[in-house]
Every structure is written in structure tokens, then in C-alpha cells.
């Protein structure tokens, strides 16, 4: 019985803290404006279907899409062993679906092959990161906590497989041995062969089969309250984020309603626009995207396979795709911390007019950055859970020209001959076909 309590206290307080992190995350991605992305609900249903459950797009690069779906089905497949141990641990049973016969024993011996088969992926991952050192796990925003974060993951389900097979292992010892209240459940191919390094005592057996049990239920509650300070936020926001994903042809610029409202108004004297607050053009701020771009930005994976196609940073530029993005949740966290530091102060927390004197632009992300960008998508296209960064890019480009009216020279004078020549070249439009005529 205490057990149970203690089993049930744990769990509570878990589920409590994680759900109080996610709410802090639900309420940063809402400090983004409004977008509708409801159309299109059955498109939008195997976009998620294609990428998130089949992932599609990671397998342009084969032997690692091979290692991830084998860590994605451990992960998916064996948390219906997490089911049992919960009911377990609250009910006081031991393998409560031990009673679904061969069934259960065909589900145990599949468990533990995925546990070994997430075991060794991860290690493979561990030396591609740490022995290998894949060039696209690096860069400027890769500094010592992104390239931790990835570790510890690893590590923790290298330590969760090892504690649940020799959970097993230890288990089918003390049913062999005819332990009391150790039913005789399950099938066990590969931590059989673990048995031989265990102690024959039921005491010992008992001691090892507990103390891995626990550690593997409380190392899952654990993983799960580290995932809204991990980019492994991924495992659950990959499928919101897919299913909104922008379904437009990719790089297709927005028109801005308000730009709209002026030009319809200049050609047409009788047209009058409709009463709106005035915006600010383009993106200064987290604030001013919208509310999926900020999803984009939690749902990063961080594994660098947009910028290890982006034609700016191949060519030395400073532009990194995987950067805007780790950037953009940096500063929607730091507005998050600025306003519960409000409302702590009985200030009030208005999501919209909280300054700090900080912005995205030029705090976080700089002008060289965002005028590297060729707007060719190759990051977007790349991305294995349909990240938009050139979307960002976009919107702070649109703030430096509209707002403040600074860009490169060279887009200054592009803009300028669209203005006067209707092209973005020099020549009138009356010798635009000079090049044509014959010499």
C-alpha cells in the first residue's frame, strides 16, 4: 500500500508540473498574431499522416530515417508497457495483462526487441554526434547546451532500454523460481540472456527487479518534464505543426491586408476601408508573427538539415536557417520569463506591449542575416516536420524596409527601378527589347 501511494503521489505531481510547463508554452506560442489555418482539414490530415506518423521527409537520408523510426516505434510501441506499469503501480498487480496468454507473450518479446533496437540507435547517434562529429551538428548556434541537450536524451534512453530489459530479465528469474506475486507472463528473447549475470537470490532478484522498475517509470516522468526545456519538444508538437503547416506553394509571399486596403483605395476613390487598429508591417518582434511560426519554433529538432542545404551558409554567409529558428523561441521564452516577472510584480502582463527594450531583430537575429537569404525554400523543403524559417525571414525583412526603410544597397536600388522602370533593372521600359533586335 505505501508503495502504491507513493507510486500515485509521484505520478500526480508529474502529470501536474508538466502540465504547468505546457500551459507557460501554449501561452508563448499565443503571444503570436492570429492565422487561419483551418482550411483544407483532409489535405492537413495526411500532410500530418505522411510526415509526423510516416515520416516521409526524413528519408532522404536513408541510414539515419532507418535509426530514428526504429527510436519513434520504441518510443510509441513501448509506452503501451507504460500502460501496464502504470495500472501496476496503482492497483498494486504485477503484469496485469499477463492474462492475454500467447497475445502477451508476442507483445513482450516485440517490446524487447525494440528495446534493443533503440539501445543500439542511440549509441550509433551518440558516436555520429560525439566521435563522428557530423558537420551539419555544428555551427555558431550549436554552442554547449544544444549540443548537451541531445546527450542527455540519448543517454536517458540508453539508461531506460538497459532498466527495462533488465527489469525483465530479473523478472523471468523470479517467475522461474516460483516467487510469490510474480505471475507467469511474457516472453523474453533478448533479456534472457542478461539472467546469467544476475544474482540467484530471490532477495537480490526482487531488489534489482524493483529498483529498475522504478527507475523506469520515474525516468519516464522525468523525460517527460524535461521536454518543454528540450528540443525533443518535437515528440509532441511534430504533429500539430505538421497538420497547420502551410499548404501554399512554398515561398509564396502574403499580401498584408493593410497594404491591400491602401491600393484599393488609391485606384478606386470610392472605396472605403473597413475601421482596423493600425499594425506594424512586417515583424520587429516575436509578437508579430504569427501564432505557427512561434510553433515552428518550439517544434525545432535542431538537427541542422535545413542549413545543411541552405546555398547562403554553403557559401560562408552567416545565415543559418536552424539559427532563426533557435533564436525565435529564445526570444518568445524571454518575453514569456518578462511577463510572468509581471504579473508576479502585479504589473500588468499585457502579451502585446511588454517592452524590454529587446526585439528579434538586432538582439537576437541580425540585418546580415536575414539579407543573406536567397528565398530559395531549401530549408523549408529540407525540413523533416515542415518548418517554415524563410516565413520569419520574410516578415523581418518587411519591418527593415517598411517601417524603417533600411536594406542593402543593392535591394535599395532594386527596389528603386521597380518603382521607376516597373523591372528591377536599369534600362526603361522602352529599350527593354533592344536585346533582341539584330546588330
Known sequence: MVSQILFIAITLAAVALFSYNLKKVIRNIRLGRAVDRS????????????????????????????????????????????????????????????????????????????????????????????????????????TSWPRSDANYILITEILLMTAFLTMNAADAKLQAIGAGHYTTAGSFPVSQFLQSILPDSESGLIAIERGCWWFHIIG????????PYSKHFHIIFAFPNTYFSNLEPKGEFTNMQSVTNEVKAM??????????????????????????????????????????????????????????????????????????????????????????????IDTYITREEIWACTSCN??????????????????????????ESQSPASISTML????????????????????????
Open 416 to 439: 528603386g527601378n521597380i518603382e521607376n522602370n516597373g523591372a528591377p533593372w536599369k534600362y526603361s521600359p522602352a529599350d527593354r527589347f533592344n536585346w533582341a533586335k539584330e546588330s
Open 39 to 142: 482550411d483544407q482539414p483532409q489535405k492537413r490530415l495526411m500532410t500530418m499522416l505522411k510526415v509526423a506518423f510516416g515520416q516521409t521527409k526524413m528519408f532522404f537520408r536513408p541510414l539515419p530515417a532507418f535509426l530514428h523510426f526504429i527510436v519513434y516505434a520504441g518510443f510509441v510501441i513501448i509506452n503501451l508497457e507504460v500502460l501496464e506499469i502504470m495500472i501496476d503501480g496503482i492497483f498494486g498487480t504485477h503484469r496485469i495483462f499477463g492474462g492475454l496468454g500467447i497475445f502477451y507473450d508476442v507483445l513482450i518479446g516485440s517490446f524487447e526487441f525494440l528495446a534493443i533496437g533503440v539501445w543500439i540507435a542511440c549509441v550509433i547517434f551518440l558516436i555520429r554526434r560525439n566521435i563522428l562529429k557530423l558537420k551539419r551538428f555544428s555551427g555558431v548556434e550549436m
Open 267 to 360: 485606384l478606386d476613390p470610392s472605396f472605403t476601408p473597413p475601421d482596423a487598429e493600425p499594425g506594424r508591417f512586417g515583424a520587429k518582434d516575436v509578437n508579430d508573427l504569427n501564432w505557427v511560426n512561434l510553433m515552428n519554433a518550439y517544434t525545432c529538432t535542431e538537427c541542422g538539415r535545413c542549413t545543411s542545404v541552405c546555398p547562403a551558409n554553403i557559401t560562408g554567409k552567416l545565415l543559418s536557417p536552424r539559427k532563426i529558428m533557435m533564436d525565435t523561441r529564445d526570444r518568445m521564452e524571454e518575453v514569456g520569463r518578462n511577463l510572468d516577472k509581471a504579473a508576479k510584480n502585479k504589473e500588468e502582463a499585457n502579451i502585446t506591449g511588454f517592452d524590454d527594450g529587446k526585439s528579434l
Open 220 to 227: 519516464i516522468f522525468a523525460f517527460l518534464n524535461y521536454l
Open 378 to 403: 531549401a530549408c523549408t523543403q529540407a525540413c523533416p516536420i515542415n518548418i517554415d524559417p524563410l516565413s520569419i525571414i520574410t516578415e523581418l525583412r518587411r519591418y527593415a524596409v517598411m517601417e
